[in-house]
């Protein structure tokens, strides 16, 4: 009945609706004419560029949790341009030594916003983002006029509408081209998982090249909307799987992993390297919410650290410490699913019904990225942030009870970009390896993401540094706090 009434109404409306509609529809990937392991969107072709180097390497992971993620990620990237450090042309920010950010979902508004456009993450990305209602903005579009006849296709649904406005009004149409275009560093991942077999699938050219597709002109509003596509609530985004291009060959990183003894990543890639094996049956890859398989992000993380890019450049002796810092905005399960005998609308309960699988694989994500911090301590500092870790509890309860959501109060928001920023600079490990301590050592020991905390190292300086005391009274060498 709702269908013939949809069809009715666009009789009535006539070709004006249908035009205006009919003009654009899905963006398909493109085939990709040559493999090149030497150009592309990939962590391997990115170089130390300005304040950047190889030898301090710092790598984000920012988690899901909607808007409450993007806003707790955008006040850790506070915090590393407010933290100064010294180097060898002298003191520099601590943001100029991030080499790779890790996404998933809410996160990677931040990251791909960052990416884009900077410094200007500083100063736009509250106003032209946080502040925004985009659920309500997603919700108008869909039923206005001119956007039906494309919905009714099926070549196009919400998703694609998704990633067509956000990707305009939010990322200027820009693509992962433009993405690298940029700057070489930091090289953001975008996480999304393919929906047939549940393992990760990365915005990267290394994923693509087993799609036979080039990723360069796919538009970055469509990689994050794939990133936090929920199932259920919302459709997943499509991608088509092209022939095997001019001179391809399978990388190594995914030849051994087939083989590796953890069976993790054995069925990872193995699931991965069917999309390359058989290009008949499997033809459209489906992705959704990267917080499927990985919420923290930190998969690719571990990923690159065992066999990718990290590992090489470490075994080159290039890497001399390394920090990776897990913007980890894991919220409370909402009071009214445990007191009140109502239930809960359809959409939060796809939510809900996700939620403790995604915290379960929340945890195995931390627990594998602080054994590997474990192994190598003698260069790797791991630190978690999380809401749970807030001292005063009035702030706490109040920050974890933030609704996952794509549309917050401007308090909240600015609530949580303030414990970014203040979480990162109290954060006695952090503070230990700007003040250029050995990384401490972390434990792998996880009875819930607030346990994941390595012990810290008390500072170890050759020479008395100048310190600037904080809004504790406790001295912080070299970390500067802006005005507020």
Known sequence: MLKRTIVLVLTMLGPTVLGLGGCRTRVDNVALARHDPSHGHRLAT??????????????????????????????????????????????????????LISSVSGGSFTA???????ER???????????????????????????????????????DLASERWGRAIFRDRTFADLRAVRSRPFIAINAVDLSS???FPFTQDTFDLLGSDLDPYPVGYGVVASAAVPVVTSPISLRNHPRPQGYTRPPWLEA?????????RWNARALAAWDEDKTCRRYMKLVDGGVADNTGLATVVHEL????????????????????????????????VRQSKNPALDDAAILAMSGPVDTIT??????????????????????????????????????????????????????????RELLLRNETYRSFVAGAPPARATPIAPGPAALRAEPTPPRRASP??????????????????AR
């Open 121 to 159: 993450v500083f100063t736009d990305f509250k106003r032209e983002v946080l502040y925004e209602d985009l659920q309500s903005d997603i919700v108008g579009a869909t039923f206005a006029p001119w956007n039906l006849a494309r919905l009714w296709s099926s070549d196009y649904d919400r998703s």
């Open 46 to 99: 990115t170089s130390p560029e300005g304040a950047n180097t190889d030898e301090t390497f710092v790598v984000l992971a920012f988690s899901g949790g909607g808007y409450r993620a993007s806003a707790l990620a955008l006040g850790a990237l506070e915090g590393l341009r407010d933290t100064r450090m010294e180097g060898a042309q002298g003191p520099k920010r601590l943001l100029d030594e991030v080499d």
């Open 257 to 265: 992993a087939r083989d590796s003894a953890d069976r993790r990543r």
């Open 306 to 337: 065992e066999a990718g890019h990290i590992r090489t450049l470490r075994g080159r002796g290039a890497i001399r410490r390394m920090l990776v810092i897990a913007v980890n905005a894991m919220g409370s399960s909402p009071d009214a699913l």
């Open 112 to 118: 791909a916003y960052y990416g884009l456009f900077g």
């Open 465 to 482: 540094e100048p310190s600037v005391p904080d809004a504790e009274g406790l001295p912080a060498p070299v970390i500067r706090r802006s």
């Open 198 to 200: 549940g393992t990760l």
């Open 363 to 420: 945890r195995q994500s931390l627990e594998a990225m602080a054994a590997v911090a474990a192994r190598e301590s003698s260069w790797l500092t791991f630190i978690e942030l999380t809401l749970a870790d807030i001292p005063e509890k009035k702030s706490r309860e109040e920050m974890l009870a933030v609704e996952t959501a794509l549309s917050l109060p401007r308090t909240q928001i600015d609530g949580l970009v303030h414990w970014g």
